[in-house]
């Protein structure tokens, strides 16, 4: 059987999604969603659809949701992009602007974990950059790849890379720079500018993160129109269903209900970041809507695990980099609470 499927996909690793459990009581911060509502408009939606518009093909080049997004930024219909969720961007993006023939796939090291996986599929090599010991970046002399993506703020480290420090790389790079901006809401600045000041920059958003809307899957990203060109040549047919399109359209002109949210989850986790460091947890400055912490003994498996057993679910990344940590999202109140009690039982605190 083995050889009937491509080398490339017998050989790779496969991407490992956070958990999704089941069940009654549990307390889930395992995968960086939203615990507040979405905009009520998305509601009012659902509620009107009329189900015989979904015997028709949707828009191919999603033209209504882009006008909104285009309107967003203030660049021309021609620089958008949307996308069955981010993760088909970067999909497009390895496909378009990578040669399978010596061209090359860059990002950091720890970062979005399919980023590998997506450049491993297509048989195209990677040239991962290593973060320091404090998880800051620091790029290697000559370095050069087809692609990089730069996750700002970066995951699973919550930690945000300077506007210019983001700048000055772009400016010297030779290749396409993918700014993925999944977080971004929640930090305290962006570079989506970059994406039509600079012709070699992609810059890709999500509403699964600010705007509670991960499961309806849409993803889209700007930059200068020949690299967007490129990825409506090679993106699937009809890549976004009729409710999703229309669904993140009314979710993106209700900014109102976006701010109030990440505001929300903004100042949970200050105060959740100071439950940890009062119970002996290195925490990281967060940009992002989780914690990257470093728990004390018995260490940050075994916490998992003990967390686990209580029904309370948390992310931990079995590798060099990262077996010592933590990526905690941040939940309501009430979740902090409960994981503080988890961890104050679990620590005999």
């Given at each position: 059987?083995?050889?009937?499927?491509?080398?490339?996909?017998?050989?790779?690793?496969?991407?490992?999604?956070?958990?999704?459990?089941?069940?009654?009581?549990?307390?889930?911060?395992?995968?960086?969603?939203?615990?507040?509502?979405?905009?009520?408009?998305?509601?009012?939606?659902?509620?009107?659809?009329?189900?015989?518009?979904?015997?028709?093909?949707?828009?191919?080049?999603?033209?209504?949701?882009?006008?909104?997004?285009?309107?967003?930024?203030?660049?021309?219909?021609?620089?958008?992009?949307?996308?069955?969720?981010?993760?088909?961007?970067?999909?497009?993006?390895?496909?378009?602007?990578?040669?399978?023939?010596?061209?090359?796939?860059?990002?950091?090291?720890?970062?979005?974990?399919?980023?590998?996986?997506?450049?491993?599929?297509?048989?195209?090599?990677?040239?991962?950059?290593?973060?320091?010991?404090?998880?800051?970046?620091?790029?290697?002399?000559?370095?050069?790849?087809?692609?990089?993506?730069?996750?700002?703020?970066?995951?699973?480290?919550?930690?945000?890379?300077?506007?210019?420090?983001?700048?000055?790389?772009?400016?010297?790079?030779?290749?396409?720079?993918?700014?993925?901006?999944?977080?971004?809401?929640?930090?305290?600045?962006?570079?989506?500018?970059?994406?039509t000041k600079y012709d070699n920059v992609i810059v890709t958003r999500t509403l699964s993160k600010s705007y509670a809307l991960a499961g309806i899957r849409f993803g889209y990203c700007v930059g200068n129109k020949e690299l967007i060109d490129a990825l409506y040549k090679i993106k699937?047919?009809?890549?976004?269903?009729?409710?999703?399109?229309?669904?993140?359209?009314?979710?993106?002109?209700?900014?109102?209900?976006?701010?109030?949210?990440?505001?929300?989850?903004?100042?949970?986790r200050g105060l959740f970041a100071t439950e940890l460091k009062e119970l002996g947890f290195k925490v990281y400055p967060s940009e992002t809507n989780f914690l990257w912490v470093k728990p004390p003994k018995p260490g940050a498996k075994?916490?998992?695990?003990?967390?686990?057993?209580?029904?309370?679910?948390?992310?931990?990344?079995?590798?060099?980099?990262?077996?010592?940590?933590?990526?905690?999202?941040?939940?309501?109140?009430?979740?902090?609470?409960?994981?503080?009690?988890?961890?104050?039982?679990?620590?005999?605190?």
């Amino acid at each position: 059987m083995k050889n009937l499927i491509r080398k490339s996909v017998v050989e790779i690793d496969g991407y490992v999604p956070g958990e999704q459990p089941k069940g009654e009581e549990i307390i889930k911060l395992n995968t960086n969603e939203n615990p507040y509502l979405c905009s009520p408009e998305v509601d009012d939606i659902l509620r009107e659809l009329d189900v015989s518009t979904l015997a028709k093909y949707p828009d191919p080049l999603c033209v209504e949701v882009r006008k909104v997004i285009a309107e967003k930024h203030e660049v021309g219909l021609d620089n958008t992009f949307a996308g069955n969720g981010s993760d088909e961007i970067l999909a497009l993006c390895i496909r378009a602007f990578a040669e399978r023939d010596g061209g090359s796939v860059g990002y950091f090291d720890p970062s979005y974990s399919l980023y590998p996986v997506l450049a491993r599929i297509e048989e195209i090599e990677t040239r991962p950059v290593a973060l320091d010991d404090n998880f800051e970046w620091q790029m290697p002399d000559g370095y050069e790849a087809s692609v990089f993506f730069l996750a700002n703020p970066n995951a699973p480290t919550s930690l945000l890379f300077p506007k210019d420090k983001v700048e000055a790389f772009v400016k010297d790079f030779a290749g396409v720079v993918v700014i993925d901006e999944a977080y971004v809401d929640f930090s305290r600045e962006h570079c989506m500018e970059f994406a039509t000041k600079y012709d070699n920059v992609i810059v890709t958003r999500t509403l699964s993160k600010s705007y509670a809307l991960a499961g309806i899957r849409f993803g889209y990203c700007v930059g200068n129109k020949e690299l967007i060109d490129a990825l409506y040549k090679i993106k699937d047919s009809y890549n976004l269903n009729t409710i999703t399109q229309e669904l993140a359209r009314v979710a993106l002109l209700d900014e109102g209900t976006m701010e109030a949210v990440t505001a929300a989850v903004k100042g949970s986790r200050g105060l959740f970041a100071t439950e940890l460091k009062e119970l002996g947890f290195k925490v990281y400055p967060s940009e992002t809507n989780f914690l990257w912490v470093k728990p004390p003994k018995p260490g940050a498996k075994k916490i998992f695990e003990e967390l686990r057993s209580r029904k309370v679910f948390t992310r931990w990344f079995d590798g060099d980099r990262t077996k010592d940590y933590l990526r905690i999202t941040i939940g309501t109140n009430d979740q902090m609470l409960a994981l503080v009690d988890a961890l104050e039982e679990i620590l005999g605190k």
